[in-house]
């Protein structure tokens, strides 16, 4: 009986996905934090992040970046919510078909659909400014907030709505005291996927804003076109903060987990 030469295991097909996330998530983050931490003559330095750190300015973009972040969560929370609760409880085909209609335009490229819209608000009277750019990070990021809390309410139990009812529970009780609680984790991740990426966006602000808004994306990629150190500091900056927020909405998604399991 001959032995196989190559033996598969299950294991042997994350091997690839290992090679990708070393080369393309742990090769830059090393990169970043070799210049976060080093002059221009390579060279360990603590004097990029400690003129980033004492500097008013970084506290006014990061606000300003944070600020607007917050809000194009907020909006998109407020408009996806609804949505996904109302797909949620549509026909099958339907449902798929509308969601499918808000995921399409993310199949375009994103800066095509970023100047489309920079001419459509153009013909509406909406210029370049804070208004613009707000209005691009909700129609860009929407979808990142309505496909985690679509998942997330079509897959709750119905029974549990239906012994709400049963109980006695209007339709407004039986959503504040079932639906949203179980909804949390759709709301927790939807927030994340939203909040990560327009913290951290410099294109839209490029071509819908103006002077006036300026973004700690922007400070970012200025720099790394003339400072790679400053730059690579400030990207550790960003990436300390997110990984900070990323572990309280994790333990916030586990407290709900286990105050909804009580």
């Known amino acids: 009986m001959k032995k196989r030469l190559f033996k598969f295991h299950r294991r042997s097909f994350t091997y690839p996905y290992l090679v990708v996330g070393l080369f393309f998530v742990v090769v830059p983050l090393l990169l970043i934090l070799f210049y976060a931490f080093t002059n221009r003559q390579e060279q360990f330095s603590l004097s990029n992040l400690w003129e ?12 300003d970046s944070i600020l607007l972040a917050i809000l194009t969560s907020l909006i998109c929370l407020l408009i996806a919510y609804p949505l996904a609760l109302l797909l949620s409880n549509a026909k ?16 375009v490229n994103f800066l095509l659909r970023t100047y489309a819209l920079r001419e459509l608000l153009s013909l509406f009277g909406v210029g370049i400014g804070y208004k613009a750019v707000l209005i691009g990070m909700v129609y860009d990021f929407f979808p990142f907030m309505l496909l985690p809390l679509y998942t997330t309410i079509s897959s709750l139990d119905k029974s549990h709505m239906e012994a709400g009812c049963d109980l006695g529970a209007s339709p407004i009780q039986n959503f504040f005291r079932v639906i949203l609680p179980l909804s ?4 927790v991740s939807g927030v994340i996927m939203t909040f990560m990426p327009a913290l ?5 602000n490029d071509l ?6 300026y973004l700690f994306g922007n400070w970012i990629n200025d720099y790394y076109s003339e400072l790679w150190n ?33």
């Open 230 to 262: 400053f730059a690579g500091a400030l990207a550790f900056v960003m990436l300390v903060f997110v990984a900070l927020l990323m572990l309280g909405m994790g333990r916030l998604n586990r407290t709900e987990n286990k105050a909804s399991a009580l």
């Open 92 to 107: 099958f085909n339907r449902s798929k078909t509308i969601v499918l209609i808000f995921v399409i335009p993310m199949w």
């Open 200 to 204: 951290s966006t410099f294109a839209i």
């Open 208 to 213: 819908l804003g103006d002077a006036r808004l």
């Open 184 to 187: 949390v984790p759709g709301i």
């Open 52 to 63: 980033i750190t004492s500097s008013k300015l970084t506290y006014k973009i990061l606000a």
